[in-house]
C-alpha cells in the first residue's frame, strides 16, 4: 500500500500483494491526530515481547543516544538483538575501528552475550547500559569478526563465535555473571 497525507488525514491506498493480483482493498483514512496516537501508542506498546527483546530494544535506544562513549574506543555500535530461541539473552556487536564498513581496510567485529532476567526489562536495560559504557568494551567482548584482525593488535581466535553459538548449531553456555564477558548481577 501507500501512505499519504491529504491535507488533515493519513491515507492508506493502492494496495499491493505480488501473490494477488486482485487484491481490491478499500482506501483507509484516518484523521492525523487518530493517526499519530496510534503510531505512539504502538510505540510505547511492548506487550507483545518477551523480555530479552524489549531489553535489546531499550538498550540499543539508549547506547544509540551515548555512542560518545565509543568514540574514545574507536568503535561504533552495530547491533544489539535478540532471538525467541534464546530468550535468556542479548547479543551486543561492536565494530573497530569506527567507519571502515565500506573499505578494504582491517576491521574487527567485537560481540559479547549477555543474561537477561525475567526482572524489569527498563531497570536491565539501564544496568547493562551503564556497565557497557564505564570502560572500555573491547576489553569485555570477544571477536566475532574480522579481517586481518593482527593488523590491529588483536589475535584471530581460536574458536571464532557468532551469535552466541558454538559450532554445529548447538547454543553457547553463557559464562556465569562476574566472569570478565558478562556484566555484574544488578
Known sequence: MTV????????????????????????LRFTAGQYEAAVLRAEEDRSWEWPAGTVATLLE?????????????DCELEAVWTSREEPDRIHLVLRHPRNRADTDLPWIQFGTTL??????????AEHLEAWLTAGDPRAT?????????????????AEPLFMGTAGRGEV?????????????SP
Do not use: F, M
Not at 115 to 124: E, T
Not at 172 to 184: D, I, K, N, V
Open 61 to 73: 535506544a539508549g547506547l544509540r543516544d551515548r555512542e560518545d562513549w565509543l568514540v574514545r574506543w
Open 141 to 157: 567482548a570477544e571477536v566475532w569478526g574480522a579481517s586481518q584482525p593482527e593488523e590491529l593488535g588483536y589475535p584471530w581466535p
Open 4 to 27: 499519504r497525507c491529504d491535507e488533515e488525514h493519513v491515507v492508506w491506498a493502492g494496495w499491493r500483494d505480488p501473490a494477488n493480483q486482485d487484491l481490491g482493498l478499500p482506501e
Open 172 to 184: 553457547r553456555p553463557l559464562p556465569p555473571l562476574g566472569t570478565h564477558s558478562q556484566p555484574p
Open 115 to 124: 543474561p537477561i532476567s525475567a526482572d524489569d526489562p527498563s531497570d536491565q
